[in-house]
């Protein structure tokens, strides 16, 4: 994901000044902790602790910590008869309407360009989707950061902008004209570390 301020590149130097310096301990704490990369990195060798101001570096720190693979999403299996969930969300087709925030202030609609009219309309409904299916309880509360987490880091991969959401292109960047999926969510598939 395009994140200012990510510490992905410092990855390797973290570990080497902890090798150096033959730190100890059972606990890393993950401060300012953005899009996760450091105790996703770190939580099969440590019980991570992370904070964020930022609501959905929250929910992708959830997802990342709580996971240790892709969900399974079996009540989800059962009520689509065994479907993949992003197969299937990918598969939906919308109808924007007054409740669609992307397309009424993000896209053209909302004159301004920081997401194709198309995409906009997919980011929603899928959104949308995933809250109801939470609400009826065919999604757990780690199953849902997953999809929400999913769904954030496949916007970025659309969005005409830098990187930050401050300003957008005057035109239409290539990034943003390829039509919008969902795809799971980038983290290490590693046993997550639980010691207490």
Same mark, same amino acid.
């Given at each position: 994901? =395009?994140?200012?301020?990510?510490? *992905?590149? #410092?990855?390797?130097?973290?570990?080497?000044?902890?090798?150096?310096?033959?730190?100890?301990?059972?606990? $890393?704490? +993950? #401060?300012?902790?953005?899009?996760?990369? *450091?105790? @996703?990195?770190?939580? %099969?060798?440590?019980? /991570? &602790?992370? !904070? +964020?101001?930022?609501?959905?570096?929250?929910? &992708?720190?959830?997802?990342?910590?709580?996971? +240790?693979? *892709?969900?399974?999403?079996?009540? $989800?299996?059962?009520?689509?008869?065994?479907? +993949?969930? $992003?197969?299937?969300?990918?598969? #939906?087709?919308? @109808?924007?309407?007054?409740?669609?925030?992307?397309? !009424? !202030?993000?896209?053209? &609609?909302?004159? =301004?360009? $920081?997401?194709?009219?198309?995409?906009?309309?997919? &980011? @929603?409904? /899928? =959104?949308?989707?995933?809250? @109801?299916?939470?609400?009826? %309880?065919? #999604?757990?509360?780690?199953?849902?950061y997953f999809l929400i987490a999913s769904l954030i880091e496949s916007i970025t991969k659309v969005s005409n902008t830098s990187g930050t959401y401050e300003a957008f292109f005057k035109f239409w960047e290539s990034r943003a004209e390829k039509s919008f999926k969902i795809e799971p969510l980038e983290m290490k598939f590693s046993k997550i570390n639980k010691k207490k």
């Amino acid at each position: 994901m =395009r994140f200012l301020g990510s510490k *992905v590149k #410092l990855l390797s130097t973290i570990e080497k000044v902890i090798k150096k310096h033959n730190i100890k301990g059972e606990t $890393f704490a +993950d #401060l300012f902790a953005g899009t996760g990369c *450091v105790g @996703d990195y770190f939580k %099969d060798r440590f019980k /991570i &602790i992370s !904070n +964020d101001t930022l609501f959905s570096a929250y929910i &992708i720190n959830c997802a990342k910590l709580q996971n +240790d693979s *892709v969900p399974k999403f079996n009540k $989800f299996k059962v009520y689509k008869s065994g479907a +993949d969930i $992003f197969s299937w969300l990918n598969s #939906l087709s919308f @109808d924007p309407n007054e409740t669609y925030f992307f397309y !009424n !202030n993000y896209s053209p &609609i909302g004159g =301004r360009m $920081f997401f194709t009219k198309e995409n906009s309309i997919k &980011i @929603d409904g /899928i =959104r949308q989707v995933i809250e @109801d299916l939470y609400n009826k %309880d065919i #999604l757990s509360l780690t199953e849902y950061y997953f999809l929400i987490a999913s769904l954030i880091e496949s916007i970025t991969k659309v969005s005409n902008t830098s990187g930050t959401y401050e300003a957008f292109f005057k035109f239409w960047e290539s990034r943003a004209e390829k039509s919008f999926k969902i795809e799971p969510l980038e983290m290490k598939f590693s046993k997550i570390n639980k010691k207490k």
